[in-house]
């Protein structure tokens, strides 16, 4: 069966703190997907990657295809980063894009 | 930047009766998808769409569900006959071609509350 499973369901930090978010999965993917969830739940891509390293300002996403594990990174968090992460590998071995399949999420405060 | 748009943003209606949830994706894209995520859920695939019809669809998308593409613009999901359970958020996305290195761009939801 194919999941996408991620640690930990909930986090919470001090403004400033370097938060990591883990993501593993049982698919054969080629790209990895990171969604930002906000309160009011309207849904954001953050990162889509098939290799290596993105960095989009204070957030960075790492991805091991060998090993099947992917992570987010926040540097000097923010309370406005509270908000649920997300990872989502697409359902077809191959396949970069098409039907995700999401992770349960991981729930962010970062307290000021 | 181009935004997918959903409406309405929260539809409250009575069990058994129909409901039409609406999208509006970005305009060159190709690919649509319809999700949902019940409260306390995760978010769960329904269906997808390409060149006018559907590519893949989850067991979640039974008979009571349809999708349209009416005109160059609008995707729509379709329940024709709701149940309490298909209370949930219902998330439409877009992606412009099969190889994109671009990620699939959401909605910002469309809350269905079944009475």
């Known amino acids: 069966k194919n999941e996408v499973e991620q640690s930990p369901q909930n986090l919470t930090a001090q403004e400033g703190e370097f938060i990591t978010i883990n993501c593993s999965y049982s698919v054969g993917i080629s790209a990895l997907h990171w969604l930002q969830q906000h309160p009011g739940g309207g849904i954001v891509s953050l990162f889509m990657?098939?290799?290596g390293k993105k960095k989009h300002g204070r957030l960075i996403a790492t991805i091991n295809i060998q090993e099947k594990h992917s992570s987010l990174h926040i540097t000097a968090s923010h309370p406005r980063d509270s908000a649920v992460y997300i990872c989502?590998?697409?359902?077809?071995?191959?396949?970069?894009?098409?039907?995700?399949?999401f992770g349960k999420g991981t729930k962010l405060s970062v307290k000021p | 930047e181009p935004e997918v748009t959903q409406t309405p943003s929260h539809q409250v209606t009575q069990m058994g009766q129909e409901v039409i949830l609406r999208c509006v994706p970005i305009s060159n894209h190709l690919y649509f998808y319809w999700y949902r995520q019940i409260l306390g859920q995760k978010v769960e695939f329904l269906v997808s769409?390409?060149?006018?019809?559907?590519?893949?669809k989850s067991e979640i998308f039974d008979d009571q569900f349809s999708v349209e593409r009416p005109d160059g613009s609008n995707f729509t999901l379709k329940i024709r006959s709701t149940k309490l359970e298909d209370s949930a958020m219902y998330f439409c996305?877009?992606?412009?071609?099969?190889?994109?290195?671009?990620?699939?761009?959401f909605g910002d939801g469309t809350r269905l509350s079944i009475l």
């Open positions: 990657l098939s290799s």
């Open positions: 996305a877009s992606r412009d071609r099969e190889y994109s290195n671009q990620p699939q761009h």
């Open positions: 769409f390409y060149n006018n019809e559907i590519s893949e």
């Open positions: 989502a590998a697409p359902v077809r071995y191959g396949g970069s894009q098409g039907n995700l399949i």
